[in-house]
């Protein structure tokens, strides 16, 4: 999904995971018409987001963020080893090895974002949207994104890559969508268009 700043990317984006509601059109997700009223209803359909801007309780361990929400336990008490269970079998789906018990401050960026994917990928997620993802990443934490991305393309999880990057772009992506002005401009194989092309359609 592509654009300038400004194009609408990111709004449509957060339409899809439920944080903004739609001012008109329908989305459609396996020829069923779909309506989310909160994040919550989004992820049930099977949509999750990974955000530009990391949304961590910094403070604690990748596997207490990976549970929030959904944190094994008896009565007031936490079951730690559980947790940490899960949240490893989490890391396994995306093939990521941590450890669990860190905190998340204490990751580089890159691996943040991997804990962000693997909450997404482990609550179900058949549709990942990435919003800018590699905007905070060095070359290497990219790479290592973009191979992400293919491993989870090849398990049929459908990826909507939200850049403006026109080499990540032609990389990663089977079709590209521009939005210009909060309008839709049109729908191309990538492996059909050319860069120029798609910078006119862009601007």
Do not use: W
Request: proline letters at 3%.
């Amino acid at each position: 999904l592509m654009g300038e700043n400004g194009a609408g990317k990111s709004t449509l984006g957060k339409i899809l995971a439920g944080i903004y509601s739609a001012d008109e059109g329908e989305v459609f997700i396996g020829g069923s018409k779909s309506s989310f009223k909160s994040p919550r209803d989004a992820r049930l359909a099977g949509i999750g987001m990974v955000y530009q801007e990391l949304s961590f309780c910094e403070n604690l361990s990748v596997a207490e963020n990976l549970c929030l929400g959904d944190t094994p336990k008896i009565g007031p008490f936490i079951l730690r080893e559980k947790m940490n269970e899960k949240a490893a079998k989490a890391l396994k789906m995306i093939e990521c090895d941590l450890d669990v018990t860190s905190t998340v401050a204490s990751l580089p960026l890159g691996q943040q974002q991997l804990v962000q994917i693997a909450g997404a990928v482990a609550g179900g997620a058949s549709i990942l949207i990435f919003d800018e993802p590699t905007s905070s990443l060095s070359k290497v934490e990219s790479q290592r994104l973009m191979d992400l991305i293919r491993n989870l393309k090849a398990k049929g999880v459908t990826c909507i890559y939200v850049s403006h990057r026109l080499e990540e772009i032609f990389e990663i992506c089977d079709d590209v969508t521009v939005l210009r002005d909060g309008q839709y401009v049109g729908t191309r194989p990538v492996k059909d268009i050319s860069r120029d092309a798609m910078i006119q359609m862009m601007v």
